[in-house]
């Protein structure tokens, strides 16, 4: 089957395939359905015996079945191509293709493209979670020990402890996004990347206008700008009153939507009963809202290095719902979908996750304080086989609670 390749822009989708081809396959044939417009005329026959040739022709490459990889890139904007991977599918499976689009969710719940349902196969590509992060600051033997002191509820020496806290408080400023991390790793500089940062924060406005009605895009900036802001507040729970006085959901339900579908945006559903599936029980009107990248995050409200590097405690309300999004990008990497519970007014769990045969809580706190009354109601309510308690304090296993520092949230 021909792969689609999903994830929102800037995440390093084109560079990866090219680098995957260049290293997997003798030749890659490259089409950008955005720049080159003139590609979408070859697609007035779906026939591959007919799409090939004339790729070749406008190329000038040859396309080698099993040898060359296709690419489709911006394919949304292109939607006969999009339908063509069908007639790949059946019809040529010798010829290897991989599909791309930054907008393609959007484009195809908007009916703005015919979709090949069952003959395509899917991948997410996400910004960088702090394993990767410490990859790239060529920190391979730390994610080494942090991923063996997870598996085995051992301490980290409180050196290399302080030192992983430091980095997860640089990736939280600086994010998951390959630009970014690129230049604040080469020129050490977080103002720079910041900028980087705050580039790609507006091409994701910009992208608004795209399969959108018109009087939906003001909405759509509202939305997103507005995630970032009530993540400050004590209540997570996404409020429509905070967008404007007075607004309803049914106002900003298709701008939600796009956010979500553009894989810039996640909800997190509140769940009304503890039972499997996890999906039957949401309640579709309770939800919390992230943003894709934590960078990102503290670009949309102008939040500075030293505020999150030195906990500026003017910030607490923030840096606490920021810590909250970095663990969920961390678990929706893993494949996690996450909910979360409440009781009343009485006790809530930040995330609920499926796992194994059970159904395990996950509370999360941004400091080394990690008292709380919610997770042992939860516990005391419903007997899971353990729990998963992450916060600032180092690696341990205590009255079925699994003691996990910050920066091994991707461990989970």
Same mark, same amino acid.
């Given at each position: 089957?021909? +792969?689609?390749?999903?994830?929102?822009?800037?995440?390093?989708?084109?560079?990866?395939?090219?680098?995957?081809? $260049?290293?997997?396959?003798?030749?890659?044939?490259?089409?950008?359905?955005?720049?080159?417009? =003139?590609?979408?005329? #070859?697609?007035? =026959?779906? $026939?591959?015996?007919?799409?090939?040739?004339?790729?070749?022709?406008?190329?000038?490459?040859?396309?080698?079945?099993?040898?060359?990889?296709?690419?489709?890139?911006? *394919?949304?904007?292109?939607?006969?191509?999009?339908?063509?991977?069908?007639?790949?599918?059946?019809?040529?499976?010798?010829?290897?293709?991989? !599909?791309?689009? $930054?907008?393609?969710?959007?484009?195809?719940?908007?009916?703005?493209?015919?979709?090949? *349902?069952?003959? *395509?196969?899917?991948?997410?590509?996400?910004?960088?979670?702090?394993?990767?992060?410490?990859?790239?600051?060529?920190?391979?033997?730390?994610?080494?020990? #942090?991923?063996?002191?997870? /598996?085995?509820?051992?301490?980290?020496?409180?050196?290399?402890?302080?030192?992983?806290?430091?980095?997860?408080?640089?990736?939280?400023?600086?994010?998951?996004?390959?630009?970014?991390? &690129?230049?604040?790793? /080469?020129?050490?500089?977080?103002?720079? %990347?910041?900028? #980087?940062?705050?580039?790609?924060?507006?091409?994701?406005?910009?992208?608004?206008?795209?399969?959108?009605?018109?009087?939906?895009?003001?909405?759509?900036?509202?939305?997103? &700008?507005?995630?970032?802001?009530?993540?400050?507040?004590?209540?997570?729970?996404?409020?429509?009153?905070?967008?404007?006085?007075?607004?309803?959901?049914?106002?900003?339900?298709? !701008?939600?939507?796009?956010?979500?579908?553009?894989?810039?945006?996640?909800?997190?559903?509140?769940?009304?009963?503890?039972?499997?599936?996890?999906?039957?029980?949401?309640?579709?009107?309770?939800?919390?809202?992230?943003?894709?990248?934590?960078?990102?995050?503290?670009? !949309?409200?102008?939040?500075?290095? =030293?505020?999150?590097?030195?906990?500026?405690?003017?910030?607490?309300?923030? +840096?606490?719902?920021?810590?909250?999004?970095?663990?969920?990008?961390?678990?929706?990497?893993?494949?996690?979908?996450?909910?979360?519970?409440? $009781?009343?007014?009485? %006790?809530?769990?930040?995330?609920?996750?499926?796992?194994?045969?059970?159904?395990?809580?996950?509370?999360?706190? &941004?400091?080394?304080?990690?008292?709380?009354?919610?997770?042992?109601?939860?516990?005391?309510?419903?007997?899971?086989?353990?729990?998963?308690?992450?916060?600032?304090?180092?690696?341990?296993?205590?009255?079925?609670?699994?003691?996990?520092?910050?920066?091994?949230?991707?461990?989970?």
């Amino acid at each position: 089957m021909p +792969l689609i390749l999903q994830g929102a822009r800037q995440t390093g989708k084109t560079y990866i395939v090219n680098y995957f081809g $260049s290293t997997e396959y003798q030749e890659i044939v490259y089409c950008n359905f955005e720049k080159d417009k =003139n590609l979408a005329s #070859i697609f007035n =026959n779906l $026939s591959p015996q007919e799409i090939v040739p004339k790729i070749e022709t406008l190329k000038r490459q040859r396309i080698f079945p099993e040898n060359t990889l296709l690419v489709f890139d911006e *394919v949304q904007a292109c939607p006969e191509a999009l339908t063509s991977l069908k007639y790949f599918c059946e019809d040529s499976p010798e010829y290897h293709l991989i !599909a791309m689009g $930054s907008l393609l969710g959007v484009s195809v719940n908007r009916g703005e493209s015919s979709f090949p *349902v069952g003959k *395509v196969q899917f991948m997410d590509m996400y910004p960088m979670d702090f394993e990767e992060y410490l990859w790239a600051k060529g920190e391979e033997k730390l994610a080494e020990r #942090i991923k063996n002191s997870f /598996n085995n509820n051992i301490p980290l020496d409180d050196a290399l402890h302080d030192y992983a806290l430091k980095l997860y408080r640089e990736y939280l400023f600086i994010g998951g996004m390959p630009a970014v991390v &690129s230049e604040f790793i /080469n020129t050490q500089s977080p103002n720079l %990347a910041a900028i #980087i940062g705050g580039d790609i924060l507006s091409a994701y406005q910009n992208d608004m206008g795209k399969y959108n009605k018109q009087s939906e895009i003001p909405k759509t900036k509202l939305v997103y &700008s507005n995630i970032s802001t009530q993540l400050s507040k004590e209540n997570k729970k996404f409020q429509y009153k905070y967008i404007k006085s007075g607004s309803r959901a049914s106002e900003f339900e298709n !701008a939600i939507e796009w956010v979500c579908l553009a894989g810039i945006a996640s909800r997190v559903y509140r769940l009304e009963q503890i039972m499997l599936p996890l999906r039957a029980y949401r309640s579709m009107s309770d939800f919390k809202f992230y943003m894709s990248d934590t960078g990102l995050c503290c670009r !949309a409200q102008d939040i500075l290095y =030293n505020d999150v590097m030195y906990a500026n405690p003017l910030l607490n309300n923030f +840096l606490g719902g920021l810590t909250e999004n970095y663990v969920f990008s961390q678990l929706r990497v893993n494949g996690y979908e996450p909910y979360y519970w409440t $009781s009343g007014s009485q %006790a809530e769990v930040d995330f609920i996750v499926r796992s194994g045969d059970g159904i395990i809580p996950i509370e999360v706190k &941004s400091t080394t304080n990690v008292t709380s009354k919610s997770l042992n109601v939860y516990m005391q309510k419903f007997s899971p086989e353990y729990a998963i308690r992450i916060s600032a304090k180092n690696f341990g296993f205590k009255n079925q609670i699994k003691s996990v520092p910050l920066y091994a949230a991707w461990c989970v």
